[in-house]
């Protein structure tokens, strides 16, 4: 600790021992090949008990993704100095406006949790979401994308079907590097010590519907399901079939449960 990748393919999961519990991280680009992978990830021990978990997501299409997944990402390395009521939001803050002051540097979607004293609390911008579910399968939390389509699917207006096939799905509302740059930050919430805390890039959501996702990660040894989310999204992303999600693109995520690890393969401290 702290562990970061920015733009790394990684062949397999990797397990991070945490000072509580356990992370397994996994970054790889599009199936497709036709560029490099433009997210990047973190695990990072802030002291005090905190531990905090992002993802971002460089935004496609416009130039210097990567980038500005990079600087978000090593801008929470560490908390910041003094006093702040709202450390995350506050170097979220710095971070775009470091991105926007760079014109090398483009924009990035972000998804990351603060996780402190047996509870958590999420902050995102743009479509890389976070979902906390119970061992029995219970949703206990979901941020909603910042975009038209996820909006609208929060609202009941679309249902999860229609927004995943939705034409309109990769347009996105907010993102870090952006003037109208805004971050959600979620109340507190107590995190059960078999939860299993799923923050990720857009390249997973929009390739399973929630039950496929929960149903993969809900029990079982993390690094173990590490393995299998990410095997499977590329298997879902290789092989699109009539009326199931499919969409290649770069893969990031970070699982986290407060149980210690017990599978330590291709794990780091």
């Known amino acids: 600790m702290p562990f970061v990748t920015c733009g790394t393919d990684l062949d397999d999961p990797l397990t991070i021992a945490c000072q509580v519990g356990q992370a397994v991280v996994y970054s790889h680009r599009s199936t497709t090949g036709h560029k490099g992978n433009e997210d990047a990830v973190g695990v990072f021990d802030w002291g005090d008990g905190k531990l905090l978990l992002a993802v971002a997501d460089g935004v496609g299409g416009l130039p210097g993704g990567a980038a500005a997944a990079r600087r978000v990402i090593e801008t929470l390395r560490n908390a910041p100095a003094g006093e702040h009521e709202d450390p995350v939001g506050y170097l ?16 990035t979607t972000l ?5 402190q004293n047996k509870r958590f609390t999420s902050y995102h911008a743009g479509d890389s979401t976070t979902l906390v579910v119970g061992q029995r399968g219970r949703i206990k939390f979901q941020s909603v994308c910042h975009s038209p ?8 207006e679309l249902s ?3 927004a995943l ?10 993102m870090v590097g952006n003037e109208a740059f805004w971050v959600e930050r979620s109340a507190c919430y107590e995190l059960a010590t ?4 799923v923050i990720a890039s857009d390249g997973l959501w929009d390739n399973f519907f929630s039950d496929e996702i929960i149903e993969i990660v809900r029990q079982g040894p993390l690094a173990q399901v590490g393995r299998r989310l990410a095997r499977s999204t590329r298997q879902r992303m290789f092989m699109a079939e009539d009326n199931v999600p ?7 995520f970070v699982l986290y449960r407060r149980q210690q690890a017990r599978d330590t393969s291709n794990s780091i401290v």
């Open 92 to 107: 979220l803050d710095y971070a775009n406006d470091s991105i926007r002051q760079d014109q090398s540097i483009g924009a």
């Open 246 to 252: 499919s969409k290649p693109d770069d893969l990031s």
């Open 194 to 197: 078999f939860d299993t805390i």
């Open 165 to 174: 096939f939705h034409p309109q799905r990769h347009l996105v509302s907010n």
């Open 111 to 115: 998804s990351a949790v603060l996780i």
């Open 160 to 162: 999860e079907r229609a």
């Open 149 to 156: 389509v996820g909006v609208a699917q929060a609202r009941g």
